[in-house]
């Protein structure tokens, strides 16, 4: 059985610091919402106090519904480092743990608190594994040492990842459209023209947080992409792409489940449906209109602030039994 928390005592420039290393509670909330504004401050996003109630409500839900394991460092009362895996589900009966709100006060870097507060994140997952999905996901959001430490933390890369972020402009055409819902966290959004179905994507959120900028935009993990019908061209499968985009601002997907389940797409862009480069391709050079008229694309996630990684966790399993090193 893992501790439910330990000390971490670091020495720095002849100053001696005594952590405690723990989970995060409801009754930590208003230290997790300082540390939410200090970290939407450095980012350059803001924190009104419209978005931080939204988020405080957020986090006190899914800790109650047990859908989110957090971890922090605490100084006396204070938290100076925190981590969260939000157990997100794509329509399957097991969760997938989903790395977030990864944030360390800059006073207190260079100390290895992220790093004690990730293993500690860690064991909560592997302490609830036989319910959870045999595999996380987390989206570095960070420099190169952060992909480091992850890497030591046993992360290992994604291939196939792609990412959408933008706010699109209503293409001003009529697309019909109407969704089935599945359970809590997955949907189906069908689109229609002349009252046939032309096109299914399916979709679940990948982080329940709000955004400071746009409160109702959630972060989604587009998990399939299914043309209904042959004679689909490339100009109306873009339309119905961008009306998605509309309402889902920050999309994820990766292209070579999204090839495993339907093969489809390819006939669209006159591909095999087995070439996952030439798709990626093609779905780069597909241009949507953001709100201020600029042009905004899917793209491969292939850089360390887009990098999507999973954990190895049999060889956590092993080795997560002592962290207190």
């Known amino acids: 059985m893992f501790k439910d928390s330990y000390n971490y005592v670091k020495v720095k420039n002849g100053k001696v610091n005594q952590f405690t290393i723990r989970p995060v509670r409801e009754e930590d909330i208003n230290q997790v919402a300082i540390a939410r504004i200090a970290q939407e401050n450095e980012n350059g996003n803001g924190a009104t106090k419209e978005y931080i109630e939204e988020y405080k409500k957020g986090v006190l839900n899914l800790l109650n519904t047990n859908r989110l394991i957090g971890a922090g460092a605490f100084l006396g009362d204070n938290i100076v480092s925190i981590a969260f895996f939000n157990l997100i589900s794509f329509g399957n009966d097991r969760r997938i743990p989903y790395l977030c709100g990864v944030w360390t006060n800059p006073t207190y870097r260079q100390n290895g608190l992220a790093m004690q507060v990730n293993k500690k994140l860690m064991q909560g997952v592997l302490e609830r594994r036989e319910e959870l999905a045999d595999k996380g996901l987390l989206t570095i959001e960070g420099s190169e040492a952060a992909l480091r430490m992850y890497e030591k933390l046993g992360y290992k890369s994604v291939n196939g990842e792609m990412t959408f972020l ?60 299914h043309p209904l019908q042959n004679d689909m061209s490339v100009n109306e499968f873009t339309k119905y792409m961008q009306e998605f985009f509309r309402s889902h601002r920050f999309c994820k997907l990766n292209m070579q489940e999204l090839l495993a389940k339907e093969d489809g797409i390819g006939r669209i862009f006159g591909l095999p449906s087995n070439d996952s480069l030439g798709m990626v391709s093609a779905f780069n050079q597909m241009n949507f209109e953001g709100i201020n008229g600029n042009i905004l694309h899917i793209k491969p996630s292939n850089n360390v602030m887009e990098k999507d990684m999973v954990p190895d966790l049999d060889l956590l399993q092993s080795e997560y039994l002592d962290i207190e090193k």
């Open 166 to 225: 933008g706010d699109v402009k209503d293409s001003g055409e009529n697309v019909e459209s109407y969704t089935l819902h599945i359970d809590e966290n997955c949907d189906e959004l069908f689109f229609l023209k002349n009252g046939q179905k032309r096109m299914k994507v399916s979709y679940s959120n990948e982080q329940f947080f709000p955004h400071p900028s746009n409160i109702d935009g959630k972060m989604t993990r587009i998990t399939s992409i």
